[in-house]
């Protein structure tokens, strides 16, 4: 070769040598930045192609009566279930689909979607799979293919239920009947239980399902998530407290195939139970009264107070409904059915009424704070007071008649004078002081705020009218525009056993250092002889010449107030029977407010008649569990009575 | 140098030839001959344990006068109680069934019992079975449970002419619904094998929360019942310890199971008189 074609050949050649330098470069810094910088990138991508997370609800907390009987917990619900992503299932899925195509062929049909036979397949599979426990169990259930779909597109990750609710028996059967490989497993998931039903069902509250929440914090975030379902709290306890009793989820992260199903298990988390909460609640006295309203199948609300804590000991409002019925969801027809009842609402907080006599309580306080009356007060009943053209009746003709026994007899004239004494001003003034013209600020959720006290003010901005006598009068017996709820009428009895004003009640025990953190009540303002005058009353009215003698329990001695209120309505007036009270008179324990509706309009409903008794369950399975504070004085006094 | 070299290939093809021929033959031939191969081992397998007790035997007889006179003294021993239990089991069934039809109860199932000697026994990480010296010629049927003095052995998971295979309790593709004593909410169990040197062991599912385990009186597992396949109340082992389980709802937990598992020489297999066989 010639010298200078030699040259020229190299110099090309370096060219050449040049550019492959060039290119290896580029080729291995793409290389370099590709497996090094972008490394960490690609291990993400990779690991969110290939890895799936499931999230497990951890279970709630259970809900304790104040001697830490369960009231809420939570019941296993088992299941027989198909895991779908199971290769035993994918393949018996892929061979029945196989077989079908190859019958189809051989039939010379033509194959009019090949989706919707794969659909069939997976049915057909799945039913065999169900025949096989039907006939373990004894049960004739069958699998819906559109719900395979569904369940195969939203959660393949989650087993699939093909028997749900299986009994201690048949979870027994499976056991031992199903081999460990066989594609149809045994799975637990939670459910709400409630031991006692219908029992404080508006104060226990019930849940509803929900998507699981998930927290920031929780490995694999940036994973694709297939979650069960949650609860949350959708009423009562369950909903005031829903943060406590949340359980903490518990989570896992699974290596998928490229059609996402699962290989192994890399990490798991345990879920946790939430905390339990320990309420005010005895379901001793619940039930007790429960059991009242069941006899009668009552309408009505009923609480009972610890005097000494401000803890409710009871709290029922009928009509009501199984809580269990609500579990693990409420179908269509039980919410239809409690719907269709008015069974939905917590009447204890929420139900707004005319407080009836109970309120004469407040028109003597008032009268005798103002100084328009003492302890010895008398005034002529004779049946009816004339108010301008308007004629006011009482329920009988007392005659002269003094404070004790104008509450014993619970005489509106004696009452009317009262108030019409007192003016509206100083009315309302003492009811508002009384809290009953705000929320208790119990902790429940829902509690209503519309209850009532008038006044000047409220008519006049309200109807543009002024306020009359008649007015007053109607006030000082409790009916009028005055509404209250059962809460308000039980923390008004235990504010006049303890001659001072409670505020906030709650549903939560407490322990011995909150109790001393609680804020001290404020004093009611009685001197001790004029508030004795007024318990004497009350005392006089669960005896056998008052009007709640259905009250009356043997060894105790029982303050309370009967009343019937009118709720005026287009056809008719619906009456309502009221008893508060407390007792012991003289060392007061508990306090109690039921109300009974009138079950037709215009039917009498006294409160001596009909909500006396429904007090009286209660107190006698509260003092029989607590015989300490039976009156010794009165036990005396029954043992020695001599027969003849 | 090729011939050769093919000439030493020539196993390696064979062995694939005979796999490729295996791979085809139908699944009826295989099952038969898999069927052949045990009833033709099981003499096999039943002489040589014929033969084991004939050792013992002689073992036996090269004992001297004084051993015999103690054994025999032991042997009267048990019998005497024996007998007593007999007794008091007896006056037991007769109150059992006094109570039931006073309380309109249904009568338990009642079972015969086959008793066979154990032929050999299998324990590996696969599986832990027993192989027994009675078959389908004596009424053993397929997944029937079998005891000894010490509570539940297994279950019958294969059953050929003579012999029979019983699925051990630590075997791991044994499961059934068991309880607590004194308690009567259903648990899952399942066989876990051995621990080194230690007794052979069980899982627990579905153990309650509110069950603890006191280290010094374990809580004892028996038999549920529920499940149709074991009679109720049969030992199982002792509960030992307890974790979290993955639903929140539960635990899950070791049950430890009876040393004498591993070195059976005779077991009873229980034979429903309902039905004739188990399921």
């Given amino acids: 070769m010639n010298p200078d074609n030699t040259k020229k050949y190299q110099s090309r050649l370096w060219i050449f040598y040049g550019l492959l330098i060039i290119l290896l470069s580029l080729l291995y810094s793409g290389l370099f930045y590709r497996q090094l910088i972008e490394s960490e990138s690609h291990a993400n991508r990779e690991k969110i192609q290939n890895q799936r997370r499931i999230l497990t609800p951890g279970p709630r907390g259970n809900l304790l009566d104040r001697d830490g009987r369960v009231l809420v917990s939570n019941w296993p619900k088992f299941s027989a279930v198909v895991f779908l992503s199971d290769d035993l299932v994918q393949s018996a899925f892929h061979n029945h689909y196989r077989s079908l195509v190859r019958d189809y062929r051989e039939r010379g049909e033509k194959i009019e979607s090949y989706s919707q036979l794969r659909v069939h397949s997976r049915a057909m599979v799945l039913q065999s799979y169900l025949s096989e426990v039907n006939r373990l169990i004894g049960r004739q259930e069958e699998v819906d293919a559109s719900d395979i779909s569904r369940h195969l597109y939203v959660n393949p990750l989650l087993p699939y239920p093909i028997v749900n609710n299986l009994t201690a028996s048949e979870f027994a059967v499976l056991l031992e009947s199903l081999p460990v490989e066989s594609p149809v497993q045994v799975y637990v998931s939670n459910m709400r239980h409630y031991p006692y039903e219908n029992a404080a069902a508006h104060a226990l509250g019930y849940v509803g399902q929900s998507p699981l929440e998930v927290k920031s914090d929780m490995p694999g975030n940036e994973l694709k998530t297939f979650a069960s379902k949650g609860t949350y709290g959708r009423n009562g306890i369950e909903k005031q407290f829903d943060q406590v009793l949340q359980g903490k989820t518990g989570s896992e992260i699974w290596v998928v195939d490229p059609s996402g199903y699962q290989v192994e298990p890399i990490r798991q988390t345990y879920p946790e139970k939430g905390k339990d909460i320990t309420l005010s609640i005895d379901i001793d006295l619940q039930l007790a009264g429960e059991s009242g309203y069941d006899l009668y199948k009552d309408k009505g609300a009923l609480v009972a107070i610890d005097i000494n804590s401000m803890e409710i000991l009871a709290m029922l409002s009928r009509p009501d409904y199984d809580l269990n019925a609500t579990s693990p969801f409420i179908s269509n027809i039980v919410f239809a059915d409690i719907s269709e009842r008015k069974a939905w609402e917590n009447k204890a907080i929420r139900g707004l009424y005319p407080p009836g006599s109970p309120f004469k309580l407040i028109t003597a306080i008032a009268g005798l704070k103002a100084g328009k009356i003492d302890a010895s007060t008398v005034f002529e009943c004779d049946g009816a007071h004339q108010i301008g053209g308007r004629r006011f009746p009482c329920m009988g003709r007392h005659g002269e008649i003094d404070l004790r026994t104008a509450i014993e007899k619970s005489c509106n004239e004696y009452f009317y004078r009262v108030g019409l004494a007192t003016g509206v001003d100083n009315l309302s003034q003492e009811a508002i002081y009384m809290r009953l013209n705000a929320p208790t600020q119990v902790d429940l959720p829902n509690e209503t705020r519309s209850m009532l006290t008038p006044s000047r003010d409220w008519k006049k901005s309200r109807t543009g009218e002024p306020w009359y006598p008649g007015d007053t009068a109607n006030m000082s017996i409790g009916q009028g525009a005055l509404t209250v709820t059962p809460l308000q009428m039980a923390m008004l009895a235990a504010s006049i056993a303890k001659n001072q004003v409670y505020s906030s009640p709650t549903i939560l025990k407490q322990s011995a250092t909150q109790l001393l953190r609680r804020s001290p009540p404020q004093p009611l303002g009685l001197p001790v002889d004029i508030h004795k005058a007024i318990v004497e009353g009350m005392d006089r009215v669960v005896s056998p010449t008052g009007t709640a003698r259905a009250a009356i329990i043997e060894g105790v001695s029982v303050a309370g107030k009967t009343g019937t209120a009118q709720i005026n309505k287009a056809e008719g007036n619906l009456e309502l029977a009221w008893f508060i009270g407390f007792a012991p008179v003289d060392d007061p324990q508990i306090a109690i407010a039921a109300l009974v509706e009138g079950q037709e309009l215009n039917q009498s409903f006294g409160g001596g008649t009909y909500a006396a008794p429904m007090a009286r369950y209660v107190l006698e399975a509260y003092f029989k569990k607590y015989p300490e504070y039976l009156d010794t004085a009165k036990e005396e006094a029954i043992a020695n009575v001599s027969l003849p | ?279």
Avoid at chain 2, 41 to 53: G, W
């Fill in chain 2, 1 to 279: 140098m090729l011939k050769k070299r093919l000439f030493n290939k020539k196993p390696f093809a064979v062995l694939i030839a005979v796999a490729i021929f295996w791979i085809f033959v139908p699944f009826i031939v295989k099952s038969t001959l898999r069927s052949a191969f045990y009833e033709f081992q099981a003499p096999i397998s039943a002489s040589a344990s014929y033969v084991r007790e004939l050792q013992n035997f002689w073992a036996a007889r090269s004992k001297s006068k004084s051993e015999l006179y103690e054994a025999g003294k032991d042997l009267a021993h048990l019998n005497a109680t024996y007998e007593l239990m007999i007794l008091e089991n007896q006056a037991m069934r007769e109150e059992i069934s006094r109570l039931e039809s006073l309380l309109g109860l249904p009568s338990r199932p009642e079972y015969k019992y086959e008793i066979a000697r154990v032929v050999t026994r299998e324990f590996n990480s696969w599986w832990h079975q027993l192989e027994i010296r009675k078959g389908s010629l004596h009424g053993i049927p397929m997944g029937a449970p079998v005891v000894f003095a010490g509570g539940v052995v297994g279950r019958i998971s294969e059953v050929h002419q003579y012999t029979s295979t019983v699925e051990l309790l630590s075997n791991n593709h044994l499961r059934m619904a068991v309880i607590i004593e004194g308690d009567n909410r259903p648990m899952s169990f399942r066989g876990a094998g051995f621990r080194l040197f230690r007794s052979p062991i069980g899982i627990a599912q579905y153990v309650p929360t509110d069950i603890a385990v006191d280290s010094s009186n374990p809580p004892r597992i028996l038999t549920s019942g529920m499940g149709g396949v074991f009679p109720a109340g049969l030992h199982i082992g002792h509960l030992v310890s307890l974790k979290p389980g993955s639903s929140g709802m539960f635990q899950d937990g070791e049950i430890r199971l009876e040393p004498r598992l591993s070195n059976l020489t005779e077991v009873a297999v229980l034979i429903s008189l309902d039905e004739g066989t188990a399921q």
